[in-house]
């Protein structure tokens, strides 16, 4: 079972709405929780990164917020824009070892004009 | 350009030859992993150094699979016997030291065995 759930698995938007993707994980315990931002072909890019005592980080029109007792997250998209069209990952950092990183499956994000 | 790169960027194979993908760090970043991605999925880790020792291996890195980091800098990713299944985009990434850096990544090495 994957031990980070994001939902939806896609989803399409007109240009300027907004709009929240959701993730569930069970890693535990964890250095941090980051948002990254993956265009098609390409490697991905961090949008945000919180630790377990954070609750909201945000990144210009991107706001994260991180409740570590439900072990839940959401990425806040705020005035969409068309190159906004990408897929987001949430992704959870291993406190030991290789403190690797244990991705979701992404949520595939469509803006339309 | 002071990133991550990651050669070559595309990967054409026929099944059962041996391909190699290089990645080269950010400079001063101690920490490098390898990861896979499937088409719709999320990346899953693949092996890990910490500068030329190979410190964690995934389930994942079959014994076709061989990794290294000679030096400490680049890393080579080889597969032998290549089959279709290893068709994925094959990830690098690099970080510094210490607990709860952000890793970079590069552009990946896209593979399709046919």
């Known amino acids: 079972k994957n031990q980070v759930e994001q939902s939806p698995q896609s989803l399409i938007i007109l240009e300027g709405k907004n709009c929240t993707l959701q993730c569930n994980y069970t890693v535990s315990p964890f250095s941090n929780l980051r948002w990254y931002k993956q265009d098609t072909g390409r490697g991905p890019v961090s949008l945000t990164i919180m630790t377990f005592s954070e609750n909201t980080k945000s990144n210009g029109r991107y706001t994260a917020t991180l409740d570590a007792d439900t072990k839940q997250s959401s990425l806040h998209i705020t005035a969409s824009q068309l190159s906004d069209s990408a897929s987001y990952i949430c992704v959870v950092s291993e406190l030991q070892g290789a403190q690797k990183l244990v991705f979701g499956q992404g949520t595939r994000l469509t803006i339309n004009p | 350009d002071t990133g991550v790169s990651q050669d070559p960027r595309h990967k054409i194979t026929k099944r059962g030859q041996n391909v190699t993908f290089r990645c080269d760090p950010i400079s001063e970043h101690n920490r490098l992993y390898w990861y896979r991605q499937t088409l719709g999925q999320g990346p899953e880790f693949l092996t890990y150094?910490?500068?030329?020792?190979?410190?964690?291996k995934s389930r994942l890195l079959s014994d076709r699979f061989s990794a290294e980091r000679p030096k400490g800098s680049f890393s080579t990713l080889e597969i032998q016997r290549t089959e279709q299944g290893d068709s994925a985009m094959y990830l690098c990434?690099?970080?510094?030291?210490?607990?709860?850096?952000?890793?970079?990544f590069g552009p990946g090495t896209r593979l399709t065995v046919l």
């Open positions: 150094f910490q500068n030329e020792a190979q410190l964690e």
């Open positions: 990434a690099s970080s510094p030291d210490g607990t709860g850096h952000e890793q970079f």
